[in-house]
């Protein structure tokens, strides 16, 4: 096993000669720490703090959040076929679909973290129990995704998880120089 190494803002980077499981978590792991470092440090109101005259209201809380309801829609619900734990099991989504984003203005800083941290833990046990599974390809057992309408491999979950975090990463960087003219991949 070859050693991980840190860069100079604490993100783990992907290995660079491992197996694609190892690959893909590795690079899910360098944008979840992204996240992290995009919103270390900040209080309430950098956490609040949204792109002026920008219609989606976007802040950091509500990416933290967002990005912890995705992590358990996909790992928890979709790969380990589990019901969504606690906070979104008691939502009432019809009355708000963006309940996480609009929620997370009202959140103490500690706890959206937790939020994060505590859904990110979850998914990480979700891949190691799937990749654990005694099938021939792991990362290509297929699991029910859209209330049954369709099936997604772990590869697919994997590769949308980088994706969906590469691409908030993106708005993230944006609203941290908002925050306080932090900049930075």
Request: charge should be negative; charged fraction near 25%.
């Amino acid at each position: 096993m070859s050693e991980i190494t840190i860069d100079d803002v604490g993100r783990p980077e992907p290995p660079l000669a491992a197996g694609e499981a190892a690959t893909l978590a590795g690079f899910l792991d360098y944008q979840r720490a992204t996240l992290e470092w995009k919103t270390r440090g900040l209080g309430a109101d950098g956490l609040r703090l949204s792109l002026p005259g920008h219609p989606s209201g976007m802040t950091l809380g509500g990416l933290l959040k967002h990005l912890a309801w995705v992590e358990d829609h996909w790992f928890a619900q979709v790969v380990s076929r589990q019901a969504m734990p606690a906070p979104w099991d008691t939502v009432d989504w019809s009355a708000d679909a963006d309940w996480e984003w609009s929620s997370a203005a009202g959140d103490d800083p500690t706890a959206l973290r937790d939020v994060w941290a505590r859904s990110v833990e979850r998914s990480r046990a979700a891949l190691d129990q799937a990749l654990a599974a005694d099938v021939a390809d792991p990362l290509g057992a297929t699991h029910p995704a859209w209330g049954g309408q369709a099936e997604v491999s772990v590869r697919w979950v994997l590769t949308h998880m980088v994706e969906e975090y590469a691409r908030h990463n993106g708005h993230a960087d944006v609203l941290r120089e908002l925050v306080d003219g932090q900049t930075g991949e």
